[in-house]
């Protein structure tokens, strides 16, 4: 472990929401690291306050008590190295899809010659399989097509951070499958760091170095699985044995999570908490 970076703490984190029904604690005591090059996933019920962790390291958001930390620092608000991918697909319904690709390389943190820029929004226009669509607008097109721009915008400005929210989550199952598979090639190429939210173990498993199993509210590391199996990963993994077992456990741990928020939803009703 001496040569472990870590970049992204968590440090006793707790959250607090304050509604017209009361107060929510989302996170209670949360702590963990997210190393250099690491791979973080976080599965977890419904609700449990997962997109909520990711706000607090896209600088969107702050703890309500405990520190989220960026290598060493608190972290006081958005930055271009932190790239953040939204589960309603963050595209800007105005531009057409080149120009959505092209928009974060034309600001300041991220700007490159015309040329490059040309260069980077044809590649990814290409590998999203958006070429006939590339002067077409967002309303135009399917769910599936949105997301894959919006994977392109994130990726065409090549952040150190990729903090993904469900970002799978519109695909069909096989183009889910091509979409983990190039989120590792471009992972290969550039070193990064990513934090993935996920309800799929599935492709938490495949992609990741580490899961965060996170409880039910107020929201806890309930297990930290290490995932032993090295990087670049197959479509044969996913086929073996041992990918299958350990599939298996983290499933069965997600539902015990899933059960203990609607037993509590159940006793919250009995006596009548908000
Ligand atoms: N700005 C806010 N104000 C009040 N409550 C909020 C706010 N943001 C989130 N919450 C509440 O905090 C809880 C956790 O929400 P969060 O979106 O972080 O969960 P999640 O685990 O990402 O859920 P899902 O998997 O369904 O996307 C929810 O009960 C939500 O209603």
Known sequence: MSQYNERIRFENVGKVFDTDNGSIQVAEDVSFGVGDGEFVSLVGPSGCGKTTMLNMVAGFMQPTTGSVLLDGQPIQGPGSERGMMFQDYGVFPWLSVEDNIA???????????DARRREIVDHFIELMGLSE??????????????????LARSYAVNPEFLLMDEPFGALDAQTRTAMQDLLLNVMGEVRKTVMLITHSVEEALYLSSRILVISARPSRIRRIIEVPFGFPRTAELRDSAAFADLRSE??????QEYAAQESQARQKQTTGQA
């Open 133 to 150: 669509f590339r002067r077409a607008y967002p309303k135009t097109l399917s769910g599936g097509m949105r997301q894959r721009l919006a």
């Open 103 to 113: 928009f974060g390389l034309r600001l300041r943190a991220n700007r490159v010659t």
């Open 250 to 255: 983290v499933r069965e741990l997600v539902m």
